[in-house]
């Protein structure tokens, strides 16, 4: 079993940057891809950005690319999320994953929820103009 734990969402104007961490234990992060996924009221949770087991490769939603970008602590199990030039349209509660076996050879999957098997509670961004 794996626990994910996220910290570091509050409110940011708009332009502003914040980096969201998320903390596993349970099982060695190295044996598991992680993601951030986001929610808002009324809409699916929709993904954000993810990182493979082997910290070698990332994909990003193509409305934070550029601006967001995930990586590694030197710890290996802590994934953080850095967030550049936030929008409005940021604001939502964020969320941590990991999968043991996330298909990162296509889009398709590591965009998919349904391919991470742990999940944290969440964090909330809001972003104000």
């Known amino acids: 079993q794996v626990q994910l734990v996220e910290s570091g969402g509050r409110l940011v104007q708009a332009g502003g940057s914040l980096r969201l961490s998320c903390a596993a234990s349970?099982?060695?992060?190295?044996?598991?891809?992680m993601g951030w996924f986001r929610q808002t009221p009324g809409k699916e949770r929709e993904f954000v950005a993810a990182?493979?087991?082997?910290?070698?490769?990332?994909y990003y939603k193509d409305s934070v690319k550029g601006r967001f970008t995930i990586f590694r602590g030197n710890a290996k199990n802590t994934v953080y999320l850095q967030m550049n030039s936030l929008k409005r349209e940021d604001t939502a509660v964020y969320f941590c994953?990991?999968?043991?076996?996330?298909?990162?050879?296509?889009?398709?999957?590591?965009?998919?929820?349904?391919?991470?098997?742990?999940w944290g509670r969440g964090t909330q961004v809001t972003v104000s103009s």
């Open positions: 349970g099982r060695t992060s190295s044996d598991l891809a």
């Open positions: 994953a990991a999968g043991a076996n996330v298909r990162f050879y296509s889009s398709t999957y590591i965009m998919h929820d349904g391919e991470y098997d742990y």
């Open positions: 990182i493979n087991r082997n910290f070698d490769n990332t």
